[in-house]
């Protein structure tokens, strides 16, 4: 515990904190410290000390062991002291907040519960076993410095096409960037017009198929759309020079295309999800500023069109972070463009939650030597796809750094300079209330920024089990606008909506029927004369790994 407050006090050298706060802190600390110092000598052995309402500390072989449950105290002790120290901290807003990140992130590292040495339960389990679950933890750290990551669940439990991704469908199409999936229809009645998703291309796509009970994808084709869905291409070193412009013309505007050629339609209902709904909003942009308006309706998930302000994620950007990756990564790198490797985004990830999604881990895989339960999400979660250097430094600089996405005639992608107003078709925005990666409030900006028919809902939950929350399940609830109106400020908009029970799906469903047109019989085949079935959903490209 000591050397975590070492390593914190290294990260305040050379701030500054006005004399009254520190004055105020230190006094509140001794103070604090020595009732705790009181409290452990004067207890008596057979006294448990009072339940910690901390969960890491949840076992009660933390207050039954009196010097346990003095660590545990004195550790969210210097826990609450310095992060009280990182609030009074003087500097801009965003130093502050990279400090309070610095911070939170060595208090967790430091929990007495993630060593050996300092954590009663699993001692207690070593001794109970003979040993035994150390030396399975060992294994398992042994197996995890393998692969490279910190498992999260039963890896071998899974198997893409087999018991996840298990939607029936062909793959009608494909180039050197994506696959696209055709679903078989359930409905002997389809909407005339197709429906077509595009997820984010730093995840698989199959986080919309996990299990048939909590598919989108299955839950749109029993609706009677007919469905169609991009797999994007794992990259490896062959795609190295794969630029933005390269997601949305070859890929996003192809897709379109294919899938109005197949159909025979117009237009089309689109979805896009997080960084899918970004590369689909430039696409249909890109298009409007040709002539051209496919889309008949445009559904946007936990998705960044304002990069205003993007909760923690801000803290990893500025224009030296993002120099660096131009330097490492992008098309005029010294030594060429690089990829920007899956397991690198995935830990970054991970450690925005770090003890749900790396120290939970850490202690029960190698403390207690207990493997993680088989879990679907988790296991998508770690099936991790790299990304291509200029891409990623085009989206790095263009949005997070210089938010230039939503601004008329600022960019020029594909040849033409973007106006994301200039798009037509009435949007769905939907953000998740707990969401850490797109904020719920960055997404309602998008609000602001579509010129048409809009609709803002909000879920509960974060970023993806908002997403992911089937209706069968009755799951948490979701949030809707007394009336159309969408203020400017995302907090009127909820000081007006009303809480509904149960999923947001339903919803969406509804408003999407209102722009698929009428039934049709459903195609007794995939694709047409031009486009047959090249193979089996999900195909081959969702199957490679990083």
Not at 224 to 246: A, I, K, L, Q, Y
Request: net charge neutral; glycine share 8%.
């Amino acid at each position: 515990m000591a050397a975590g407050v070492g390593e914190a006090w290294k990260v305040f050298s050379g701030l500054q904190i006005p004399v009254q706060s520190w004055a105020q802190l230190q006094a509140d600390y001794v103070k604090q410290a020595s009732a705790l110092w009181n409290e452990a000598v004067t207890q008596k052995p057979a006294e448990a000390a009072p339940k910690l309402k901390d969960r890491r500390f949840a076992d009660p072989s933390w207050t039954s062991n009196p010097a346990s449950s003095f660590t545990a105290q004195l550790y969210l002790l210097n826990a609450q002291t310095l992060n009280r120290m990182a609030e009074q901290v003087q500097g801009d807003e965003k130093t502050r907040a990279r400090i309070r990140f610095a911070v939170q992130q060595m208090i967790d590292a430091a929990a007495p519960s993630n060593f050996l040495a300092l954590n009663p339960e699993a001692q207690q389990l070593a001794l109970q076993t003979q040993g035994e679950s150390i030396a399975k933890g060992m294994q398992l750290l042994l197996a995890d410095i393998q692969r490279g990551h910190v498992s999260q669940t039963d890896e071998r439990a899974f198997e893409v096409g087999k018991n996840v991704a298990t939607t029936a469908g062909d793959v009608v199409f494909e180039n050197e960037f994506f696959q696209l999936i055709e679903y078989k229809p359930l409905t002997k009645q389809v909407h005339e017009r197709p429906f077509l998703m595009v997820p984010p291309c730093i995840n698989k796509f199959y986080i919309l198929d996990l299990q048939p009970e909590n598919s989108l994808i299955r839950y749109a084709v029993e609706q009677g759309h007919r469905t169609f869905v991009v797999s994007w291409r794992n990259p490896d070193e062959s795609c190295v020079h794969w630029t933005w412009d390269d997601y949305v013309e070859g890929a996003a505007i192809q897709a379109i295309q294919v899938v109005q050629e197949i159909t025979g339609s117009e237009q089309i209902n689109t979805l896009g999800f997080c960084v899918g709904g970004t590369i689909l909003a430039t696409a249909l942009g890109v298009l409007a500023a040709r002539g051209e308006q496919p889309a008949a309706s445009v559904t946007l998930l936990t998705t960044l069109i304002d990069f205003a302000s993007n909760g923690v994620l801000d803290l990893f950007v500025d224009e030296q972070s993002v120099k660096l990756r131009d330097m490492t990564l992008g098309p005029d790198a010294p030594k060429g463009p690089g990829l920007l490797k899956g397991q690198e985004l995935a830990t970054t990830f991970s450690f925005l939650r770090p003890n749900d999604l790396v120290w939970n881990y850490v202690v029960g895989n190698y403390l207690k030597g207990e493997a993680p339960p088989a879990f679907d999400l988790l296991y998508w979660n770690g099936d991790s796809t790299n990304m291509p250097g200029p891409m990623y430094c085009w989206y790095l600089r263009h949005t997070y750094l210089q938010n230039e996405l939503k601004l008329p005639g600022r960019l020029t992608v594909c040849g033409e300079k973007l106006d994301l107003g200039k798009i037509q078709a009435p949007v769905y925005i939907y953000g998740s209330r707990e969401d850490h990666i797109v904020p719920w409030d960055a997404a309602y900006r998008s609000t602001q920024v579509f010129k048409g028919e809009k609709r803002f809902v909000l879920g509960a939950s974060g970023h993806i089990a908002g997403v992911i929350n089937p209706p069968a399940k009755g799951k948490r609830s979701h949030w809707i606008g007394k009336t159309a109106a969408l203020p400017a400020d995302h907090n009127k908009w909820f000081e007006g909506a009303v809480e509904h029970p149960g999923s947001w799906w339903t919803d969406w469903s509804n408003w999407l029927g209102q722009h698929a047109g009428e039934s049709k019989p459903a195609p007794k085949a995939p694709g047409n004369r031009k486009y047959k079935a090249i193979e089996p959903a999900p195909g081959r490209y969702v199957k490679q790994k990083a």
